[in-house]
């Protein structure tokens, strides 16, 4: 497989547009609660594929009959993760976020072996370790006192439970039940897909927001940069990302994907000091080639 300037420009992209999302989170922390930025993004993106899901509206019935398949994958992928991340950046940095949510094969180890019998081979322990020694570099903020102490911030914490969350729906899609492999599988194209996570994992998000505007005192500063901001999260990271990514992990493979994936947390310190003014520290740089390190080591066949 060559790696043609299209395709390396095609798996760029998503990183790029998550980093973005990691960066506008932190920067709509004060004008909006995170569980109805959570909200807003995904309605905007329901609006958007509307029209473009016709076989899911065709094939209604398919929905109906996998209906718990899609709650639960819905619940996971939009209503858990982008939420944990969202209320994780009120208290953390986008760096150190997606530094954190780079360690998802660590997760996806973890849960394979755990819930599906899937054993790790000692490359991929190898890589495990070392993603697991740039996620607590970054914890600890590169002081081993700190480390001793355990003394995490919150938001670094719910992240770790918003990649937990991601690591679980990642294996549901790639270890589906009957009913979604092979000829039982409904012919839906990528947004008919989105769709029938997103019919149920805006349920979840709107339910969270409502509770979340009744018990916050947190109203939501609307304005043209909030507007602006609603409309990027809905757009970049929601679809162009997500269409982009399917696209150049069918063609490059998920082991070359794999690095593209990990140019988010460069692409987050760079937003961050030019729109935030917050500096990445040597630790993060360390944190990012630890990181590297096991995904390369892991990847290796």
């Known amino acids: 497989m060559k790696l043609s300037p299209k395709l390396a420009l095609m798996l ?3 990183p790029l547009m998550w980093a973005g999302n990691a960066v506008v989170g932190r920067w709509a922390a004060g004008a909006i609660a995170p569980l109805t930025l959570n909200f807003l993004r995904w309605l905007l993106a329901f609006l958007v594929l509307l029209p473009l899901a016709r076989p899911l509206w065709a094939e209604r019935a398919a929905l109906r009959q996998r209906w718990r398949y899609f709650a639960l994958t819905g619940f996971l992928g939009m209503g858990c993760y982008n939420a944990l991340q969202y209320q994780a950046l009120h208290s953390s940095t986008p760096l150190n976020v997606t530094l954190i949510a780079a360690s998802l094969p660590l997760w996806m180890l973890g849960v394979g072996m755990l819930l599906h019998g899937v054993r790790p081979g000692h490359r991929q322990l190898l890589g495990a370790l070392l993603s697991l020694l740039g996620v607590a570099l970054v914890l600890s903020r590169g002081s081993l006192q700190t480390l001793r102490e355990v003394h995490f911030v919150d938001g670094d914490l719910l992240m770790l439970l918003a990649v937990f969350s991601w690591a679980v729906y990642s294996w549901l899609l790639a270890r589906p039940p009957a009913h979604m492999q092979g000829e039982q599988r409904p012919h839906w194209d990528w947004a008919s897909l989105l769709m029938a996570q997103l019919v149920f994992g805006l349920g979840f998000a709107g339910v969270s927001a409502g509770a979340e505007q009744l018990l ?22 929601s679809l162009l990302a997500y269409r982009c990514w399917g696209l150049g992990v069918t063609q490059a493979g998920p082991a070359v994907a794999a690095f593209f994936g990990n140019l988010t947390p460069v692409f987050a310190a760079l937003m961050s000091a030019a729109l935030l003014g917050e500096w990445p520290q040597w630790f993060h740089g360390a944190a990012f080639a630890l990181i590297a390190a096991g995904i390369v080591v892991s990847a290796r066949r």
Not at 219 to 235: K, N, R, T
């Open 216 to 237: 916050s005192t947190q109203p939501v500063a609307w304005g043209s940069g909030l507007a602006l901001a609603l409309l990027y999260v809905a757009l970049g990271p």
């Open 12 to 14: 760029t992209l998503p």
